[in-house]
């Protein structure tokens, strides 16, 4: 950490890069501290946001029930290494597959957006489902006995799926949240304020979802709620689908004047 702060400092000003071609850097204009600040004020009067907001509290809201009440609750030491090892592995391959339907499934992006919002919530019913199948057999003051990766085949595999499988979840929700991001703006500075807005928000929940767990609210109340959370975001990013994402050869301004149009219907 200390070589790469170093290092950065060798990083050239842009407006000293020179590509290849022999072009230049586009010249960077850097906002007031004030104006910076206003701007981010505004991101919670921003509709495109407070329809995001949901999903973005949800995104990191379940680490504290996954890893703690199920993976820290079930399995022993050596076994919780080992799953969490396939729980970022399962996030790889998510973010890649549904990366894959939302950026090039089919030739509309409004269309890529419908079915990738349909898939991760598909996906994310059926994973929380086996989920409240699981945790019924167990509770915060009937826990189960420590499982091993080395015990008979369904006794481990049946948890250690469903563990698996809130990883790949993860991976997909947060990646199909990021792509709407990507779709709301076409420079970065504003993209960079929707992104800290969206990080915001997502450690704002998951500071909350430790809290409750500390105060030892009953793990299938943390499961409904998780649940919950993550259902409401659907419908709401479908309706950002509808009214801010824009297919490619849509222009910014007929994109506004489709947004105005669908609130004035």
């Not at 090039?104 to 898939?119: D, E, N, Q, W």
């Not at 250690?160 to 997909?172: E, I, N, Q, R, T």
């Amino acid at each position: 950490m200390t070589a790469g702060a170093l290092l950065s400092l060798a990083i050239l000003p842009p407006s000293k890069v020179i590509r290849n071609d022999g072009t230049r850097c586009t010249k960077v204009e850097y906002s007031s501290v004030s104006a910076e600040a206003t701007e981010i004020l505004k991101l919670f009067l921003n509709w495109k946001m407070l329809l995001i907001t949901p999903a973005a509290w949800a995104s990191n809201f379940f680490y504290s029930y996954q890893f703690t009440n199920v993976n820290g609750a079930m399995f022993n030491l050596r076994t919780r290494g080992l799953n969490s090892v396939f729980y970022w592995v399962a996030q790889i391959l998510g973010s890649v597959g549904i990366g894959y339907v939302l950026d090039f499934s089919l030739p509309s992006r409004k269309m890529r957006g419908y079915v990738g919002t349909a898939i991760v919530a598909l996906l994310g019913t059926a994973i929380w489902g086996g989920a409240l199948a699981n945790q019924l057999k167990y509770s915060r003051h009937d826990l189960p006995e420590k499982l091993d990766f080395k015990d008979s085949g369904s006794e481990y595999a049946g948890p250690f799926v469903l563990f698996l499988s809130y990883g790949l979840l993860d991976a997909m929700f947060q990646t199909l949240v990021y792509w709407f991001i990507g779709c709301l703006a076409d420079d970065s500075e504003t993209l960079s304020r929707y992104t800290g807005f969206y990080k915001g928000v997502q450690s704002a929940g998951a500071a909350v979802s430790w809290q409750i767990d500390t105060r030892k609210v009953p793990f299938l109340s943390e499961l409904i709620i998780n649940w919950s959370l993550m259902t409401v975001g659907y419908p709401l990013l479908l309706v950002l689908v509808k009214l801010a994402v824009k297919d490619e050869k849509e222009g910014e301004e007929g994109a506004e004047k489709g947004v105005a149009s669908s609130f004035a219907h």
